[in-house]
Nanobody, 122 residues
């Protein structure tokens, strides 16, 4: 049974930092591309960052330099460090796993594994 559980969300003032974690169970973390996504009310879900099986990372251009994705295969965790947070970063953040890092969001949504989300309020 594949399960992803996010933690670390909360409220923070603008300019502050948060670290989100995603605990993975039921499959080998090293076998999947892992990603963080976010969604605000009334907006479409958007990709934040992905990390592939070799540790290669990709960030949405607008977030590059402020957010850092990392993973620890042995610990089965994927993290998202968020710095210099802005009010527009307010959203529910989701951890997900899929076979293709380059796939569009709708493919992740339809075929990937997802956590329940964690709220971040700036």
């Amino acid at each position: 049974h594949v399960q992803l559980v996010e933690s670390g969300g909360g409220s923070v003032q603008a300019g502050g930092s948060l670290r989100l974690s995603c605990s993975v169970s039921g499959y080998d973390l090293a076998s999947y591309c892992m990603g963080w996504f976010r969604q605000s009310p009334g907006k479409e879900r958007e990709e934040v960052a992905t990390i592939d099986t070799d540790g290669g990372t990709h960030y949405t251009d607008l977030l590059k330099g402020r957010f850092i994705i990392s993973k620890t295969d042995a610990m089965s965790t994927v993290n998202l460090e968020m710095n210099n947070l802005r009010p527009e970063d307010t959203a529910t953040y989701y951890c997900a796993a899929f076979s293709d890092c380059a796939a569009p969001v709708h493919m992740w949504t339809e075929f990937g594994y997802w956590g329940q989300g964690t709220q971040v309020t700036v």
